[in-house]
């Protein structure tokens, strides 16, 4: 079956060695092809692309203008084809080449460098982005990145290897000098708007869930897409709102000024997973894994329990 680009690499192997050689008797000696296979091959090339690539009348043979482009990446490709070849036969994988890993924003504040060191002894190459994290589980389903951590554990996908690291739960967070009560969230948002998160965060999603199960229902006035500027409006005395203590974490525990309470409602937790295509990555994510949950004892929970004590008894680290 041809391949849709209208070449394979054991066609470009017979060009690149026709050129190489200087003719076509020589290419299908250094090949262990007949002579004839070797013109097959060349003009069924040449016709599939519908251009002309050799200059059949010079001595020895010389490629076209377009043949000279091809044979240039012909090259590169048969050279990156053999490497793979031969580090498959030897066994020389241990250590993968490329890596590519979507984190929330809290957590790449709260452990991004340690993680990202602990991500450059296991590849050679890597990549690590954050943003909205409703995205990131689209990306790894389409295979943008090998590796995410999320609060979306894409449970309802099967081939996936699931490594749970943090639960934690939502707190109410008020300005520092706010001295009214807080039982009641209508109420309060009566004397002090709700600063939420817009929904296109998994983050923001799980909060207005959690309040329409709960039948309670706010005002929308205030919409912000990133914690900083969330917690930051809070520390400003210019409304309240819902978040975790990773979040609270990311923006700086000693450096605001805030009341942070018991969610007046049911509990709502918020879980962070790894997850990854299954035995892709051989046990990079399992290394992962437990180098995140060291780090997030080590200095998340450790700082939490420093400013936060009664909501760090709430916070598992799996």
């Excluded at 391949?3 to 250094?30: K, N, P």
């Excluded at 059949?56 to 240039?72: C, S, V």
């Excluded at 690590?128 to 295979?143: D, E």
């Excluded at 409602?265 to 994510?285: H, M, Q, S, Y």
Aim: glycine residues 6%.
């Amino acid at each position: 079956m041809r391949s849709g680009f209208g070449f394979d690499l054991r066609s470009m192997e017979i060009f690149v060695e026709t050129l190489d050689r200087g003719s076509q008797s020589a290419a299908a000696a250094a090949l262990g092809l007949k002579q004839s296979s070797v013109s097959q091959s060349l003009a069924t090339l040449e016709e599939v692309l519908g251009i002309a690539l050799i200059e059949r009348h010079a001595r020895p043979l010389e490629p076209t203008a377009a043949g000279r482009i091809f044979y240039d990446r012909a090259r590169r490709m048969l050279d990156t084809a053999r490497a793979t070849r031969r580090e498959l036969d030897s066994g020389a994988f241990r250590q993968l080449h490329q890596v590519r890993m979507a984190l929330v924003d809290s957590l790449a504040t709260a452990v991004g460098q340690p993680l990202i060191a602990a991500i450059r002894r296991h590849t050679s190459d890597y990549t690590v982005t954050t943003g909205l994290s409703h995205m990131h589980g689209h990306a790894l389903l389409t295979r943008h990145v090998d590796i995410i951590i999320s609060d979306d554990q894409l449970e309802d996908y099967n081939g996936l290897e699931r490594h749970a690291l943090l639960a934690e739960p939502f707190v109410l967070v008020l300005p520092g000098d706010w001295t009214g009560p807080v039982a009641n969230l209508p109420a309060l948002s009566r004397r002090l708007d709700f600063a939420r998160y817009t929904t296109q965060s998994l983050i923001g999603q799980s909060i207005e869930r959690h309040l329409r199960l709960n039948r309670v229902e706010l005002p929308a006035k205030l919409h912000l897409d990133n914690t900083f500027a969330l917690l930051r409006l809070v520390d400003g005395g210019a409304g309240w709102t819902i978040t975790t203590p990773l979040c609270l974490y990311q923006a700086g525990l000693d450096r605001l000024h805030l009341r942070i309470e018991p969610l007046p409602l049911a509990p709502l937790i918020r879980k962070l997973t790894l997850v990854a295509r299954r035995e892709e990555l051989r046990d990079l994510p399992v290394q992962l894994a437990t180098e995140a949950r060291r780090l997030l004892q080590r200095h998340f929970l450790a700082e939490l329990r420093h400013h936060l004590p009664q909501v760090a008894e709430q916070v598992r680290i799996n």
